[in-house]
């Protein structure tokens, strides 16, 4: 698993830290490895210029001091920076190693001639965006220039609530101790590149504030049945989907959440997906029954009038006040109103949008209707800052929400537990269905037991996974992803 701190956490770690070392300690091991890494890409890129931007943090002096142990080992560097904004001992040691120092039009010059640029310019402590030098300086930097960030990438958001364009767009990130939330968080992990963590030997007694899980995790979370085990043990999972109109989810979910292991699948639909999921999964059994989880909404037609379809709605709806953990999705979430949400849900439910649902269901919701209150939010603001409107819609509804994208986010109902961050999936998955095969995977964790965060987090890594093995670095189709299911499962649970 890997785990991210807060900016506060990792400066309270530090400074205790700090108190047990001989003063300079914990820079010069963050340092040295620092150049360990700068080394190794040097080799590797036989490259033959190195160009730190040096701000007046202590990025700036991990940079700088970087850059000087490099030069004592003969490689070319040079450092752009303001005179009158640098750390004192790193300068010394960048001059007396023979680093060139540069500044105005001397640095762009040799930042446009660079092969690796080493960004030092503001660290965990700045605000986002770039100072107008700096901004000329990653202006210059060339588009076959090897960029590392030093902790983070200059002028995102610490805290991953805010991607820059206009900021440092690196190749590789070396960050200390631990991950930040800028490297596991949308929309700022786009910024990152590749992650490298050099140990300084922190050490934290608070809880992260981002999660992921790896493919190793797998193994100890995954639902593996045992010897006593039947199809009621292992979960029954009840999926109300498709419609006239939207037919195809049905199939997809239940095919889904068979392939995933479900116990037993029951199925509520309308005419024609009812005969399609008769054909393509025989072994779901249809109508209602005796679940331990619903998957409510993939294709679901909230606004038919047609007889069977108000007779589906009524088993969504008796799914939503009823006792068993729901999973809603897709036309699902059409049905939360102020009615439902009020009530908030007592037990586990699960909510799966995507950036554009997400948008529309707090614009709905607003702030209630006793407050008399409304909002427009429009996806493009859910797009920008992603956990801060997922946050608003798991405090507004009293629900977990998994915001799903190329990086999917969970975001549990308590703000002191982590959020969940998954990125497991190639681009290839964004196509029509993927949806819905991932509301069916996930609804078999949530009738295995798993809780919706949890769930919601493991589902999302298998499914990338199986989507990825699929593809094969093509296209790939929904039902495929699903089929591919079992096959990466049993991958990752066999790795270790």
């Known amino acids: ?73 003969g490689v070319s560097c040079a450092a752009a920076l303001d005179l009158s904004h640098v750390h004192e001992g790193a300068l010394e040691a960048a001059r007396a190693a023979g680093v060139v120092l540069v500044s105005g039009a001397e640095a762009l010059e040799s930042i446009g001639e660079a092969d690796i640029v080493l960004d030092g310019i503001v660290g965990l402590g700045g605000r986002p965006g770039l100072p107008a030098v700096a901004a000329a300086w990653v202006a210059a930097i060339p588009d076959d220039a090897h960029v590392i960030a030093v902790d983070l990438p200059s002028g995102q958001a610490a805290d991953g609530t805010g991607f820059d364009p206009d900021g440092i767009l690196a190749d590789e990130t070396v960050t ?23 140990d300084i030997g922190l050490t934290f007694d608070t809880r992260p504030a981002v999660v992921r899980l790896t493919f190793d995790d797998v193994a100890d979370a995954w639902p593996v049945p045992g010897p006593d085990d039947d199809k009621y043990s292992r979960g029954v999972v009840g999926i109300v989907a498709g419609g006239e109109n939207y037919s195809g989810a049905a199939v997809l979910a239940v095919t889904a959440a068979v392939e995933a292991g479900a116990g037993m699948v029951r ?120 956990l801060r409107h997922a946050r608003a819609l798991a405090e507004r509804t009293g629900m977990t929400v998994l915001l799903k994208g190329f990086t999917t986010l969970v975001v549990p109902v308590d703000p002191r537990e982590p959020v969940r961050s998954q990125a497991d999936a190639p681009p290839w998955l964004a196509t029509a269905g993927a949806g819905d095969v991932l509301a069916g995977l996930i609804g078999t964790l949530l009738a295995a037991g798993l809780d919706p965060a949890d769930a919601g987090a493991l589902g999302a890594l298998v499914h990338g996974v199986a989507a990825d093995r699929a593809s094969a670095g093509g296209p790939v189709r929904a039902l495929r992803v699903a089929h591919g299911i079992p096959e990466a499962v049993a991958h990752l649970l066999t790795r270790r």
């Open 267 to 386: 199925y509520v639909g309308t005419p024609t997906p009812e005969g399609l999921v008769r054909a393509a999964v025989p072994e779901a059994v249809h109508g209602e029954g005796r679940v331990q989880a619903w998957v409510v909404g993939p294709g679901l037609d909230v606004t038919s009038t047609r007889r069977d379809a108000t007779t589906q709605l009524d088993v969504a709806r008796a799914a939503l006040a009823g006792e068993q953990p729901v999973l809603v999705d897709a036309g699902g979430l059409d049905l939360l109103d102020d009615d439902v949400v009020d009530v908030r849900r007592e037990r586990p439910t699960l909510l799966t949008p995507h950036a554009g649902e997400l948008a529309t269901l707090l614009t709905r919701l607003g702030a209630g209707r006793r407050s008399r209150k409304s909002i427009t939010v429009e996806r493009a603001a859910v797009e920008a800052e992603p």
């Open 176 to 198: 200390f101790s631990v991950a930040k939330p800028v490297h596991l968080l949308p929309p700022t992990e786009q910024a990152c590149g590749a992650l490298t963590v050099v």
């Open 1 to 73: 698993m890997i785990e991210a701190w807060s900016p506060e956490d990792v400066y309270a770690a530090e400074a205790a830290l700090e108190h047990e070392l001989a003063s300079g300690e914990l820079m010069t091991r963050a340092v040295e490895g620092l150049a360990e890494v700068v080394a190794a890409r040097v080799s590797q890129l036989d490259a033959e210029t190195v160009v730190a931007l040096v701000g007046g943090g202590n990025n700036g002096a991990d940079a700088l001091y970087a850059v000087a142990q490099l030069a004592e080992s």
